[in-house]
């Protein structure tokens, strides 16, 4: 049974569309985390929250945006997806301070056309 | 900076053991972990190491070096499954992970 559940698996979806990947997390953790991951390359942060109201940019620009309103819930959203977004996109979550690691989802992964 | 080096690939024979290296360079050190990503799914926890000296867990042992500022996995007994990428990450001062390149292994018949 997931602890961490991403929403969808699979997308495909025109350019220009908007559209929104789901995260939720069960565990009550503080901390979440998306990253963007081209096929056999590295994991790429491209945002975090330390808790509800709480957003930051990560390494990666990204033309993506996050919010958190609620503790379990992280959705990440494109205004208009582009080929270039075509990626899998994994959420994570975490306890403060991080003793633990990481918890990933099992991603989604998005290709535009 | 934070700077996170392992071997991209290493291809391994089924029975044989393994290491694979990790050096690293971080602001901070609050414990260093290892993940299995198999080929299109998600990182799944492996090991953690926060003290010098080994871990070992099943046919898994990672060795941990702060003042060398490395790490290795070491995998024994491979099996075909165990083909995969292997993700060191580094808990820095910031209380976040940075994550290596990750280094592919392929274990062949």
């Known amino acids: 049974e997931a602890d961490i559940y991403q929403t969808p698996r699979y997308l495909v979806i025109g350019t220009g569309k908007k559209i929104t990947l789901e995260c939720s997390q069960t565990m009550g953790h503080d901390k979440m985390y998306w990253y963007q991951q081209d096929p056999g390359m590295e994991l790429h942060l491209i945002h975090y929250?330390?808790?509800?109201?709480?957003?930051e940019k990560g390494d990666l620009s990204s033309e993506s945006t996050v919010s958190r309103i609620r503790t379990e819930h992280f959705p990440l959203t494109l205004e208009s997806a582009r080929p270039s977004h075509t990626s899998q996109y994994l959420c994570?979550?975490?306890?403060?301070?991080?003793?633990?690691?990481?918890?990933f989802g099992s991603g989604t992964r998005l290709t535009v056309v | 900076g934070q700077n996170i080096d392992q071997p991209t690939e290493m291809t391994a024979t089924e029975g044989a053991i393994v290491q694979i290296n990790c050096t690293y360079q971080t602001s901070g050190f609050n414990g260093l972990f290892w993940y299995q990503q198999h080929a299109g799914e998600a990182p799944t926890f492996l090991s953690y190491n926060v003290l010098d000296g080994l871990e070992e867990k099943g046919r898994f042992s990672s060795f941990l070096s702060r003042s060398k500022g490395y790490s290795y996995l070491l995998l024994k007994e491979l099996q075909m499954k165990d083909s995969a990428s292997y993700l060191c990450?580094?808990?820095?001062?910031?209380?976040?992970?940075?994550f290596g390149g990750g280094t592919r292994l392929m274990v062949k018949p």
């Open positions: 929250s330390y808790g509800v109201n709480s957003t």
């Open positions: 994570a979550s975490s306890d403060f301070p991080v003793e633990y690691g990481y918890t």
């Open positions: 990450a580094v808990n820095n001062a910031g209380n976040m992970l940075t």
